[in-house]
């Protein structure tokens, strides 16, 4: 879509969206104030939430224009997950904090709804090109000492990233033998083994961590009795590939009081999965948008290196164009190296070959380049 055919657009959506509410006000022929209010577990978190919702508030009328596309909810939360870069400028009109710790702002931003529409463009033609990612979700859940079937926190993340329209691993699809090394990894948090089963099934990125209720002071009130359970959870995001760590996401600790234990213990948990989820769905899409611009650190894994090899190799990385930062390993022929660029993996990997005499490029993959020096 070209910016002459937007610009016309947004002259016939600004106007519609300021009469939706007075709370909408056209500033132009791209930018609108919105007024909202946005909350979570601290200001950070709540201006996020505020920002995200005057984004979608002002641009709500060119979004809805989209939503029988395909991919409409990707496309949408992976914009939206970037609320930020829409925002021209914003006043924190009022703050509030209610009495279970959750903040609230009430926030008037000017956004620039021609930002939203470029921007969704670019990720429309970069997702048509690269395809949805896959992702495995596995969290270890455990009430008392008893470890969980079902796991409230996974479930949770599982229905967030199906929502915004991610292609996750259908465990129950998943052989005996699979689902005992998967059930034996979150038993012991080990993030490797994990890794390996994501490997085997095709999966770009997993998410894994534990969640765990524990039985707290027992109550009695009135002649009856009530259980306490305290939950707390802990989630992280890596790259399958290269096991690159994208968040780590603690919950603040959460409570459960119900007449019955597995009751209190569940209550625990879910306050626990309604903190964690969101913020785990949020840093992926912040980052798949970043993989479909082509940032991000990129892999190079070179074998049958010498070590005046390593050097010019090393040498060239630093100089390319696009590069901002190269972290470079040698052991036993073999280099190592961590490439910060703007770049897509593919087009990096084609201006290392131009640069690095000898390299012979043997595959490529979303953030991983192979390769091996010719004989000499």
Known sequence: ?????????????????????????????????????????????ALRDALRKAVERGAGTFIFS????????????????RSAGFVQKYDIVSQSTSPDGVVELKVRATVSVQGVVDTWGVVTTMLKQMGRPKIMVAVGEKIGPQLQDVSTVQTRIEEMLLKSGFVLVDQSQLKEIDKKDLSAAMADDNVAKVQAIAKRFGAQLFVTGAAHAAPGVTKNIGGVVFFTYEGEANVKCFRTDTAQMLSAVPGQPTRGVQQVARSAAKQALDAQARQVAPRVVNDILRFWQDCLAGRGEVRLEVDGVSFKQYLALKKALQTLKDVKDVTVKFHNNQAECSIESNLRAETLAEKIVEAVSGLDVTDVSQNVIKAKFKPE
């Open 1 to 45: 879509m070209r910016r002459t055919t937007c610009c016309a657009l947004l002259s016939a959506l600004l106007p519609a969206a300021a009469a939706v509410a007075q709370d909408v006000v056209r500033k132009g022929d791209n930018l609108v104030e919105v007024t909202v209010v946005g909350q979570g577990m601290d200001k950070d978190e």
């Open 66 to 81: 989209q939503s029988e596309t395909k991919d409409f909810a990707l496309v949408r939360d992976t914009v939206l997950a």
